[in-house]
């Protein structure tokens, strides 16, 4: 792994693709760059080997130049924050995205979309349904009635 200090923006827009590499950002963040990774083709990314449970692990904090230099180590920091305190980060991550694609989530964006385009009786009908899901997801099917 390279030097600490020595990376920039700039120096790590100026990598070609070529052989695998590993460059190190300190606080074991680093830049993977894959054989073809190059800033153009999306082939970089910004990883953090972790320890959990006596168990290596290595989390993925975004690809660059999407997520800039400050922004893995915002990341990174916030990773070391949730193992301090017993969590394991790549879990944390895992959870948050299934919880963005529950059948309720994905009913309040349904909604908030078509919020323009339906009429008012429509739209507070769609609220109603929206609401007793919510208020029933942990019922078993048989008790549920919305009307």
Not at 15 to 33: A, D, E, S, T
Not at 39 to 63: C, E, H, I, Q, V
Not at 66 to 71: M, V, W
Request: aromatic letters at 8%; one cysteine or more; charged letters at 30%.
């Amino acid at each position: 792994m390279g030097s600490v200090n020595k990376q920039t923006d700039a120096y790590l827009r100026a990598i070609k693709p070529g052989n695998p590499q590993k460059i190190g950002f300190g606080g074991r963040l680093y830049m993977h760059v894959s054989p073809t990774g190059s800033p153009a083709t999306g082939g970089m990314s910004w990883r953090m080997n972790y320890l959990f449970d006596g168990k290596d692990k290595t989390l993925s904090l975004g690809k660059y130049p999407a997520i800039g230099i400050r922004d893995a180590r915002q990341r990174r920091d916030e990773a070391k924050e949730q193992l301090a305190k017993g969590i394991d980060p790549s879990a944390e991550k895992k959870l948050a995205k299934v919880e963005r694609y529950t059948f309720e989530a994905a009913g309040e964006r349904w909604y908030e979309h078509h919020a323009a385009e339906t009429v008012p009786t429509t739209h507070k009908k769609s609220r109603m349904y929206l609401d007793c899901c919510a208020a029933c997801k942990n019922d078993p099917p048989e008790r549920v009635m919305c009307t």
